[in-house]
């Protein structure tokens, strides 16, 4: 099935883009196709029907393509892209590696810890507690990724950056996901919020403590998706 057939229920003049930043706004856009499951898992992604569904030229669709494969939503066979799929094994495989990979930057991060890093760790916090407030999921979604990368980009640690952001599309996948399967959202601000005074606080320990609670509920909602909808 084409990608227009998919999303012809959606109206054209949402996805007709402006012609400024073209690439940044056809990655964004196909990202959230992606991680909501209007465009499944395991469509092949072509270039030319992606540059006509976006009203665009093929340099864009191709940019965003590589955008979205560093990111680790889109996958390449030797007959083209795919939009990733993922099973149970490999739900446990990126956890695994991205628990030791977060146990790290949280570590870091705390080590590296600052007037300035433990503003913009609050400030995202702030927005993630008003999204909750007003039940906007996808607020959530943006603040509990962006909280991630902030500590990510101040473990101060290009090549940990590197390999985090190398699996960022199924980590905004997984999160995304687990929206509707979260019941404690109070449990889920509190956890941020431990993790960041752990790491304002500069406690390593502790904000090691505390990420691996987060990546064991994570992985535990992770499971509760999959059985409901496989593959994720």
């Not at 012609?19 to 991680?35: G, H, V």
């Not at 790290?104 to 913009?120: G, K, M, R, W």
């Not at 007003?134 to 390999?163: C, F, G, T």
């Amino acid at each position: 099935m084409s990608l227009a057939s998919l999303l012809r229920e959606s109206e054209q003049r949402d996805l007709r883009l402006d012609r400024n930043s073209l690439k940044d706004q056809s990655t964004e856009l196909l990202r959230s196709y992606i991680i909501s499951g209007r465009i499944p898992p395991g469509t092949k992604l072509v270039e030319r029907e992606l540059a006509d569904l976006l009203g665009v030229s093929r340099m864009p669709a191709r940019d965003a393509l590589m955008d979205l494969e560093r990111e680790g939503l889109v996958v390449s066979r030797p007959n083209g892209r795919y939009v990733i799929e993922l099973d149970a094994r490999a739900i446990d495989q990126l956890f695994e590696m991205r628990l030791v990979l977060e146990r790290l930057a949280v570590s870091a991060a705390a080590i590296n810890h600052s007037p300035q890093n433990c503003a913009a760790l609050r400030a995202n916090l702030a927005q993630m507690a008003a999204a909750i407030a007003r039940n906007d999921r996808d607020a959530y979604v943006r603040s509990d990724l962006e909280a991630h990368q902030l500590i990510w980009h101040q473990a101060n640690n290009p090549y940990l950056l590197k390999m985090l952001n190398s699996i960022v599309g199924p980590i905004f996948m997984f999160i995304s996901r687990h929206t509707n399967f979260q019941t404690d959202w109070q449990e889920t601000e509190q956890m941020h919020q431990d993790l960041a005074d752990a790491i304002c606080e500069g406690d390593a320990a502790r904000a090691v403590r505390s990420i691996e609670a987060q990546m064991q509920n994570s992985v535990q909602l992770s499971y509760r998706v999959f059985a409901q909808q496989s593959p994720l």
